[in-house]
């Protein structure tokens, strides 16, 4: 294992830390949480195996549902946006880029960036917050808890990778 591999290893790891013990439990306005645990599906390197990328995001899924008590909510919303991100990062990226490259803002830039990450975390939130509600009774709230959770969710990972393009 290299160096980076342990890093985003020890990231990963606290990032799903601080999504069950601390973010679940934020709820601005009553209805945009902060789901940055999806981070961890769009920094998916390109060229992994596909079972490895699904497996990784049920996994990951599963960790934040028996935590946050959404009975496969998380899991079945990571695994689809783990689905669709190797092919919607292949709209951003040149042809003759590394086989082992890992989206970020340093190696997509900030706009590619923001572009790739906003269509995944949108999905991701669309299905997140249908799949919880699984009604539309009260479809104002839904679209709210959607475009909040959304917006904060993609201001933190933005954060995250300044902070991370700044470190390394």
């Not at 990231?11 to 789901?35: D, G």
């Not at 890992?102 to 997140?128: D, N, Q």
Request: contains cysteine; proline residues 4%; aromatic residues 12%.
């Amino acid at each position: 294992m290299t160096s980076k591999t342990l890093t985003n290893i020890f990231l990963y790891v606290l990032l799903l830390l601080m999504q069950v013990l601390v973010l679940n439990h934020i709820h601005l306005f009553q209805c945009a949480t902060p789901l940055l645990y999806i981070y961890m599906v769009i920094g998916i390197r390109r060229n992994i195996p596909k079972w490895l990328s699904l497996t990784s995001a049920f996994i990951i899924g599963l960790i934040v549902d028996i935590f946050a008590n959404t009975p496969g909510v998380a899991a079945a919303s990571m695994v689809l946006i783990a689905l669709i991100q190797p092919y919607l990062l292949l709209l951003f990226i040149n042809r003759e880029s590394p086989d082992d490259l890992e989206p970020t803002i340093k190696t997509l830039g900030v706009a590619h960036f923001i572009y790739f990450s906003l269509p995944l975390i949108l999905i991701f939130c669309l299905l997140f917050f249908t799949l919880e509600t699984f009604n539309f009774f009260n479809w104002m709230r839904w679209i709210e808890c959607v475009g909040g959770s959304t917006i904060l969710t993609l201001i933190l990972i933005l954060a995250i990778e300044n902070i991370r393009k700044n470190n390394g």
